[in-house]
């Protein structure tokens, strides 16, 4: 079974970088994973169209390159079947959004911990990848469910009023801030850059910290880094495949034109 380098380096207190794939193509996988630069990969599942073949590839990609973990992004709607399918087809983390409550928190991880009396989830092992079909121990795959690293956006109004509780949940590893979600749901839409919002994801910084749980921040490029640095953020994941496609057409294209004027 692949060894989860992302939970590893929480573990050993190291700082983490990851980027964003849309795409399901699982080649994006590799072009990424051949170039050694990041610790893992979030498949954003929440903005991709995809199937359960179409993620069982994404894990077969993803074992190609030890060094490396993965991620997904699960929406709200059926979350529990996503988030089960998706450690089972070898995805190894989860990031799960819209949460509004310890409740909804608690909830969430118990889709991924095993169906045991330690760990009191719901969770059963079968036959699928994530447990060697037929071939691995269920001890391992009881193991690896334990070891999956489970991050929640607060992006909603009801996340930040309920953060102190949420940030008491065992199992809770990462916690990000989601300034477009979050502006919509306090009636400030697109305003996710306003003095307001950002003053809301530096307090839940800086509470996560507190807490003893692992701030992550997104940002387009590395430049955006050193603002969330100084605050004690050492986990970040940069760009995403479909934002770097859009600004390369549109920085050609715009010279291109001055060049033919």
Sequence with gaps: MK???????LNAGKPTIG?????????????????GAFDYIEYVG?????????????????ELFPEMSSMMKVEEQTRG???QR?????IQNLLFTDVRSAEEVKE???YVRAETPEDKGVHGVGMRRGSGYIYDSATDWVQAMRDVVIAFMVEKKGAMDNLDKILEVEGVDMLQFGPGDY???????????DPKVQGAQKDMIKRALAAGVHPRVEIRSFEQAKP????GVRHFCIGWDIVTIAGWCKDQAEGMKDLLK
Aim: proline residues 4%; aromatic residues 8%; charged residues 20%.
């Design 46 to 62: 929440e903005y991709s169209p995809f199937s359960i073949d179409g993620m069982e590839n994404i894990g077969r990609a993803l």
């Design 183 to 193: 502006s919509v749901n306090i009636g400030m839409a697109g305003q996710g850059q």
């Design 228 to 231: 969330w640095l100084d605050l």
């Design 108 to 110: 969430c991880i118990k």
């Design 81 to 83: 079947f996503i988030a």
């Design 19 to 35: 980027t964003h794939v849309v795409c399901p193509w699982p080649g994006i996988i590799e072009i990424i994973g051949k170039s």
């Design 86 to 90: 998706a450690v089972d087809a070898g």
């Design 3 to 9: 060894k989860n380098v992302l939970r590893e380096m």
